[in-house]
DNA sequence: GGACGGCTACTCGGATATCGCTTGTCCGAGTAAATGCGG
DNA sequence: CCGCATTTACTCGGACAAGCGATATCCGAGTAGCCGTCC
């Protein structure tokens, strides 16, 4: 799974705590409170903006802020935003290939196990994911250190 | 996810039907009956061979075979013998670096909720790969067609 | 005819190139604020 | 002093290279069967 993801899920958590500001946050400041590549990080925010997780605002004072509120954001759409909506097990039907899929009786008509079992599992990870939302994460971040919300929001005020 | 993944689960389910033959199955003869490029595949079933899941005897009537009953072989082992050990998320606790690291208030004491979540589900998926067995899939695909074996073990005996 | 030694063919095993995708960077379009000028 | 046009600075947005892991391939080590020869 790429890097984006990580990045994405921060900076998202993040923009949790800066929601109540009205004034949208720049990748730039971001991409250095992570000490993160600006300019690559800017690409994976326009990928979640792309899916409407965020919202962009060009110009001088313009930056990224969520597009919905956290309990409607779920992790599943961030990582789809960011890693494309393919599942990670694509079964290529290999046998649909050679003496094979004789054997099996079919050009492929019948669905393949062995895929149906990998989707299977992939689906309880999407099932998962999708089950938990940025509300979620930044309650239980919270209940580790309550002050994040506005240490963050302090710092992001700072010059 | 690689296609190593596909091809092993593949040649792993042809090898149950082929575990009543005393006689180990060469990669080429595997290679051919799904039309895969055979030193690729061999290298594939070697890791596999190097996690205990196939047994590899060399020389002139060499091959692979399954190196336990099929009920003791799961999606999970295959995929880790292919795919490593590793998780697909790995956090690199970006939060520990740049300012971020000093406002969550140290040097990456806390665990990362992200991180948290995301194991999670994939915790999950690993559960349902583990819980299914490669006796699972056999008997799956026999009862959508009954003589697979018959027919994958003829195919196979042919010159 | 039987047994033994060497030979050959075939297989795994790892070292070696090639390719695609993730990573990383750059510059242009566009907008809001700041600024200077005129009334 | 107030309003407006212009300039400017800053931001997103997409187009453009570089690095690394998966893909694909080849050759060497080793073994089992086969063949010829000798007893």
Redesign the interface.
């Known amino acids: 799974?790429s890097?984006g993801?990580?990045?994405a899920?921060?900076c998202c958590?993040?923009l949790v705590w800066l929601a109540e500001e009205d004034r949208p946050v720049p990748t730039a400041r971001l991409a250095?409170?992570?000490?993160?590549a600006p300019a690559y990080l800017n690409k994976h925010l326009q990928a979640l903006a792309r899916a409407g997780i965020l919202g962009s605002t060009p110009g001088k004072r313009g930056g990224f802020r969520l597009a919905r509120r956290p309990d409607k954001i779920s992790?599943l759409d961030v990582v789809t935003a960011v890693e494309g909506p393919d599942p990670?097990?694509?079964?290529?039907n290999?046998?649909n290939?050679?003496?094979?899929d004789a054997?099996?009786?079919g050009s492929g008509r019948?669905?393949c196990?062995?895929s149906?079992?990998?989707r299977?599992?992939?689906l309880?990870?999407r099932r998962?994911?999708a089950g938990?939302t940025l509300a979620?994460?930044a309650e239980?971040?919270q209940q580790?250190?309550a002050d994040?919300a506005a240490?963050?929001r302090r710092?992001f005020a700072d010059a």
């Open positions: 799974m890097h993801v990580e990045w899920l921060h958590l993040d250095e409170f992570h000490d993160l992790l990670a097990f694509r079964c290529l290999i046998r290939q050679g003496p094979g054997v099996m009786g019948r669905a196990v062995i149906h079992s990998m299977r599992a992939e309880t990870w998962e994911l938990t979620d994460l239980e971040a580790h250190a994040v240490r963050t710092w």
